[in-house]
């Protein structure tokens, strides 16, 4: 009836009432497509289907309080593999001389876009992750950067790959350098050489360290504050705004941090950056970052205007911001808080401070939140991958009170899985896949009481890998004929990685641990339809290469648990020597018990660390209770 009375109306109203209709069809195309696809948004952020199948494999079917998950990547992180924006030079063309490199105001102009350069620098041992520095901008159509290079080496290498670079002229060594070393106060100082070369040209500058991460073009951000002449990062870890507004100043306790800071070419920057300069030239003890704060706290105060949030500083002139660290992050509020998670904020950066494995612990954090560009062999390792699956009893997680005791019965219950699965991959020559830690208590430098008073952080958390082991022993290379063979690891998010190969997610084997005289349970290598195969408890290294030695072309083998899963390697003495004849199990446990490193700290007691044990379940009076005595603080081997 409807239908008719449009067929015999006026055309307007036949006009009308065809918009209408259609607008109702795709209105409602609309919401079903909303319910179907959910949007991606973190200001709308839910769990994901990935988030949600690691929290129920971890807990073993047990719930956690709403809002517990794995960070989730960014939307404009995670499109990634976009179209470069490098400029690489043919393989036949022959490489211009090293002072062709030389930093120009030429240079910078083939690169800055409003104005604005965005600066990182390293040596060679950095060199991935100045690639993951530049991939990340790449992949947010952001040009307008240059990468210094303090060795040759780096310096070629870049090149070679088209990637913006200029010769720092500091003819550094290639190797990685130590927090605290002369090389690392030697990289501060070029820092602030750079500053006070290119603020004079007139050029904006966003200066960065290289083990940080964009996420989403700061740009934009940035822009929001053209008052101010400098606009730095800090160690915050209480926020004191809660949206994307700079953090109130009076407000801010933690130090103040260059790894990430905006610099305008104003007077009183330029003063600032000059004052800056001489300080650490004529004392080489000063750490750079010390002395930035020591100027700008020179004076503190009044705020700028009621509403920006700036403050002005150092000479009284000097008009700073402080970038929020709910955005802006640290290694702590994007690791172990994931501030910007509960507060439904989008992350601009995250750099990899507030960690405890060096310059490996940085790179594994990235991988852990799938922000680190590794090259394709890194994703496909050869002898395969081992992992399994996680298995914790709620109680572990969330009965009783969140104390340091209840922290390591959860950790330790983690860390004896995870020894049998080394084990395991050991004697199978895989790579094992770490699962996820959860912690019930945070790890610092000093005495807390659990967790920092006024932080964002939930209790229990997903740790990472370095609150408790020590990374960079553990991908370190020890003499084979005291440690036994390697064993190499990867980051528990890996097999969820889009750069995981799909050769490798097609090569999979599931193996479901089952009792010995079960039904179908027994040592055989028949898996069955959908590559399943049931194996016995409490197997030993003889039944391991038996049944597995038919299983070395699959790519992937995932336990369904380690609890009871070996036995522990057989007592033949090993015959691969000819200067000793140890037992394998001695060497796996000479290797293993170095991986784990202590908690830190408890209060009112020097010292206050405690040593996690790898063997803690084989001394039935052990505790967790920090060094009584200067002899008695050592690691447990």
Not at 46 to 69: F, H, I, K, M
Not at 515 to 536: H, M, R, Y
């Amino acid at each position: 009836m409807a239908c008719e009375e449009v067929l015999h109306s006026r055309p307007l109203f036949l006009t009308i009432y065809t918009v209408v209709i259609i607008g109702i069809v795709f209105s409602s195309l609309y919401v079903f497509s909303a319910i179907r696809y959910p949007s991606t948004n973190p200001s709308s952020w839910s769990l994901s289907n990935a988030d949600v199948r690691l929290a129920e494999q971890t807990l073993n079917g047990s719930r956690l309080p709403t809002g517990y998950a794995v960070p989730s990547v960014p939307p404009e992180a995670r499109n990634v593999r976009t179209r470069p924006i490098l400029d690489v030079p043919p393989r036949n063309k022959e490489m211009p001389p090293f002072q062709a490199f030389r930093l120009t105001k030429e240079l910078i102009q083939k690169r800055v876009k409003d104005n604005i350069i965005i600066v990182t620098f390293g040596n060679y041992a950095f060199m991935d992750f100045i690639l993951t520095w530049v991939q990340q901008l790449n992949d947010l159509e952001v040009s307008n950067y240059l990468v210094g290079a303090m060795d040759n080496k780096l310096l070629e290498a870049l090149y070679w790959k088209g990637i913006p670079v200029f010769d720092m002229g500091s003819h550094m060594s290639t190797e990685d350098v130590g927090w605290g070393s002369p090389t690392f106060h030697k990289m501060g100082r070029e820092k602030v050489i750079l500053i006070n070369l290119i603020l004079p040209l007139g050029y904006e500058l966003l200066m960065c360290d290289t083990d940080m991460v964009w996420l989403k073009n700061p740009l934009p951000y940035l822009a929001r504050y053209p008052g101010a002449d400098v606009l730095t990062s800090s160690d915050q870890v209480v926020p004191t705004v809660v949206d994307d507004s700079l953090e109130i100043w009076q407000e801010v306790g933690a130090a103040y941090n260059i790894g990430i800071f905006h610099w305008r070419p104003t007077e009183s920057a330029i003063k600032l950056a000059k004052e800056w300069k001489e300080l650490l030239l004529a004392d080489d003890k000063i750490w750079d970052q010390n002395g930035f704060n020591d100027l700008v706290h020179r004076q503190l105060g009044p705020s700028v205007d009621e509403d920006s949030g700036l403050v002005y500083a150092y000479d009284g002139t000097l008009k700073l911001g402080i970038l929020p660290s709910s955005i802006f992050c640290s290694g702590h509020t994007y690791f172990v808080q994931a501030m910007y998670q509960q507060l439904r904020l989008e992350p601009y950066a995250v750099h990899t401070t507030f960690q405890y494995a060096g310059t490996e612990g940085k790179r594994h954090r990235l991988r852990e939140a799938m922000l680190f560009r590794d090259p394709p062999e890194y994703y496909n390792p050869s002898g395969g991958f081992l992992s399994f699956k996680p298995s914790i009893p709620k109680s572990l997680l969330l009965s009783g009170n969140h104390t340091i005791e209840s922290h390591f019965t959860l950790v330790n219950y983690q860390i004896k899985q995870i020894r049998t699965a080394l084990a395991i991959a050991s004697l199978l020559n895989r790579t094992l896949v770490v699962p996820p830690l959860w912690c019930r208590v945070d790890r610092l430098w000093f005495p807390h009481p659990g967790v920092l008073e006024g932080s964002m952080t939930r209790q229990p958390f997903l740790c990472p890998l370095d609150h408790v082991f020590e990374v960079n022993v553990m991908l370190k290379q020890l003499p084979e004929e005291e440690f036994g063979p390697g064993i190499d690891i990867r980051e528990y998010s890996l097999l969820d990685n889009p750069s995981l190969p799909s050769e490798v997610k097609k090569s999979w084997l599931d193996v479901q641990l089952c009792k010995e005289g079960a039904q179908d349970c027994f040592a055989s290598n028949n898996a069955t339809v959908g590559g399943i195969l049931k194996f016995p408890r409490h197997s030993n290294e003889e039944t391991y290469m038996k049944v597995f030695s038919s299983f070395k072309d699959v790519k992937v083998i995932q336990f369904s648990s380690m609890q009871d899963a070996f036995t522990g390697f057989s007592d033949k003495a090993s015959t691969t020597s000819l200067i000793y004849f140890e037992k394998r199990e001695d060497k796996f446990r000479n290797r293993v018990k170095r991986y784990v490193g202590i908690w830190c700290c408890v209060l009112d007691h020097t010292p206050g660390h405690i040593y996690y044990d790898m063997y803690w379940d084989e001394k039935p009076e052990w505790k967790p209770l920090p060094p009584q005595t200067s002899a008695d603080d050592h690691p447990p081997w």
